[in-house]
């Protein structure tokens, strides 16, 4: 296979010398139907890519490209629970959290929909008695607020739907979500709840990430404080693959809800880590936030490549990086309550597939993920969009916009969309020197029609739905999640470890360790020692 391959990648590489000079526009000029060429609809999501540079003869190559690499067989293997994170030996099922309930798999030789369906259903009696009251705090109030502890996976999934879901809270608690060990973040949570009115969430994998651990012992400790004599069962719940791990810290074992060796922390929320949300919004809605999901899931897994919305958007992301050149691409998405997704991406993408190494253990070919930057429209046009108009890079951008807001005040939709779809339009078109020639500036020394010129043709894809809602919400972001697999099939890596991220913890607990016996060790290079000594004498 590697022949093909290599045919293909030679072949979109000559055929990407063209593209450097072909406008898109003209494309459009010459071809009424290019937007309906380019335009496809799954789980409630329409998906134009008509504004990239590429042509059918391009779609087709690429598509070559992710056969030839295995997508139909790794793709099968995924949803048959084959141990495809090679590097930890373990099945990758994410799908099983939100399969429909008439569906169910088995992972050596158990039921593990059996087992989703229990932790939903203790969900459900959570949610159920904390949202009527009936859960109570250690004098008996009633919980009204509650906080998620957890970072990364266990923080970003139910941060980002709690935010985008905020019109479906149904206002029996208050969420928070603390993550950083900087004490600042935690402090400023406390500072203005009540304990015995508070419940943690004390959500982690593993049950041993540093950050998670020590805000969950400044939390007890919090508690303690308030009430010193009580039992503080009431006021923790944990979530994680370790249950031994959270009774040893002292959960009472019926609040801890187990997740899976077989669910990556950055695809948990559909798992019990998703509890935050159902608290927030209630069970009903989360599981239509599942079902959004699993209809793209049952899209990505039946649709020809030609019709797959995951399968275009991560051949269109490998086209743009790997013979365009792009370094990075945008994600705008028009619709405030989409604040979050930027920062849940860049973990999907680049904790998945920022790799060098692939699974037959050689050095990549190619550039892996792409560096994943964004942010909310409008106000990202008033901050970084000069720069994707005028500077020196390609920058492809993916648009998300809803087409309608119930929650919006009148005249901020039709003004919101103005403006999303004039940026795609402004990135495709430019403009030149010349069309602005002749016209009168009030700077005659400068020669402003260059200034003024943008050189467009910055390739966009156009994501559109009706509106926010959690199915929406879960179709969209498994299209990502989907995203991210194919383009590890094509690069030939594990999406599913992240070994990258050990050697920086290593090292901290190492100065951890120093700074506890306040000792610089002689290891450490000159600026470490400096800064460690500096800190020390300043502690
Ligand atoms: O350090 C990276 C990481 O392992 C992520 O993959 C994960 O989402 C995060 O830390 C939190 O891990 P845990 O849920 O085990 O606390």
């Not at 945008?330 to 930027?342: F, G, I, N, S, T």
């Amino acid at each position: 296979m590697t022949g093909t391959h290599d045919r293909l990648r030679a072949e979109l590489t000559s055929h990407a010398a063209a593209w450097r000079t072909q406008r898109t526009t003209d494309l459009f000029a010459n071809d009424a139907t290019r937007q309906l060429k380019f335009t496809r609809e799954a789980a409630g999501l329409v998906f134009d890519y008509s504004k990239n540079r590429l042509d059918e003869a391009t779609l087709k190559i690429l598509l070559e490209l992710a056969e030839a690499h295995g997508l139909r067989q790794r793709l099968t293997a995924m949803f048959a629970g084959e141990p495809i994170n090679r590097t930890e030996q373990r099945a990758v099922l994410h799908i099983a959290l939100r399969a429909r309930r008439d569906h169910s798999l088995t992972l050596g030789g158990e039921n593990i929909s059996l087992q989703v369906e229990a932790v939903k259903a203790r969900m459900r009696q959570i949610v159920e008695a904390v949202q009527e009251g009936s859960w109570l705090g250690f004098d008996g109030q009633r919980i009204t607020n509650v906080v998620n502890l957890g970072i990364g996976g266990s923080h970003l999934g139910p941060l980002l739907a709690c935010t985008a879901l905020r019109e479906d809270h149904q206002g029996q608690v208050n969420l928070h979500f603390v993550s950083n060990v900087d004490g600042g973040d935690i402090a400023q949570h406390l500072a203005h709840l009540v304990p015995a009115q508070t419940l943690f969430i004390i959500a982690s994998k593993s049950f041993t990430t540093p950050e998670t651990m020590l805000n969950a012992r400044t939390a007890e400790q919090w508690l303690r404080k308030a009430c010193p004599s009580a039992s503080l069962a009431p006021h923790f719940i944990a979530i994680t693959a370790r249950p031994e791990r959270a009774t040893a810290f002292g959960v009472a074992a019926d609040q801890v809800l187990p997740m899976w060796d077989w669910v990556g922390g950055r695809f948990s929320l559909w798992s019990a880590i998703g509890l935050p949300i159902a608290l927030a919004v209630g069970m009903t809605h989360f599981e239509h936030l599942l079902a959004g999901a699993e209809e793209m899931d049952h899209h990505f897994h039946t649709a020809e490549w030609a019709d797959n919305l995951p399968v275009l958007l991560a051949m269109i992301g490998i086209w743009n990086t790997n013979f365009l050149g792009a370094e990075s691409f945008a994600v705008v998405p028009y619709e405030e309550r989409l604040q979050h997704l930027p920062a849940y991406l860049q973990q999907l993408e680049m904790e998945s597939n920022g790799k060098r190494v692939t699974l037959n253990n050689e050095a990549v070919a190619s550039h892996t993920a792409p560096i994943l930057w964004g942010g909310l429209g409008t106000n990202v046009q008033h901050a970084f969009f000069q720069l994707l108009h005028q500077g020196t890079r390609l920058v492809p951008v993916d648009f998300i916009l809803p087409l309608h807001n119930p929650h919006s005040p009148p005249g901020h939709h039709d003004m919101l969309v103005a403006n999303c779809l004039a940026q795609a339009e402004a990135l495709m078109t430019g403009r030149t020197a010349t069309s602005l020639e002749g016209q009168a500036f009030e700077d005659d020394d400068i020669d402003l029609p260059l200034h003024r010129a943008s050189p467009g043709n910055q390739p966009s894809n156009l994501l559109l739905f009706d509106r926010l809602t959690p199915h929406t919400l879960g179709a969209l972001l498994a299209l990502y999640e989907h995203k991210t697999f194919v383009q590890g099939v094509v690069w030939e890596i594990n999406s599913f470890d992240q070994w990258g991220v050990e050697l920086g913890k290593e090292l901290a607990q190492t100065l951890l360790d120093e700074i506890a016996a306040g000792e610089v060790g002689d290891h450490h290079d000159g600026s470490t020692r400096a800064a460690l000594a500096r800190y020390l004498a300043r502690r």
